[in-house]
């Protein structure tokens, strides 16, 4: 009987490689996870500051408000970029059980 090698992988990864991807996965995690905060507590300090300068103590609950949307928004377009670049399932489970 012949011996076929097998088809070589188009993206091969070393363990380097994998780790690598390892650290940047979690670096968006972290990313998306400190995003949201920061954006509400920024919205704060910026609408906190223009209520103080204009009289109007109303801005700095605006600001969150604005800001914790802005950062909602970021980080949901993040997230649908990152599952867009995530690789599909193998060719052998997209038929199903058979």
Do not use: C
Not at 49 to 70: D, M, R
Not at 71 to 86: D, E, K, N, Q, S
């Amino acid at each position: 009987m012949p011996y076929y090698a097998p088809m070589p992988e188009k993206n091969p990864r070393g363990k380097a490689g994998g780790a690598l991807s390892a650290l940047v996965e979690a670096e968006k995690l972290m990313q998306i996870a400190l995003l949201l905060p920061s954006a509400a507590f920024i919205g704060w300090l910026f609408g906190a500051w223009l209520g103080e300068k204009l009289h109007q103590p109303w801005l700095g609950t605006a600001g969150i408000v604005f800001g914790g949307i802005s950062g909602l928004v970021y980080v949901v377009r993040m997230a649908l970029a990152a599952m867009a670049a995530t690789p599909e399932d193998d060719e052998d489970n997209k038929g199903g059980d058979a």
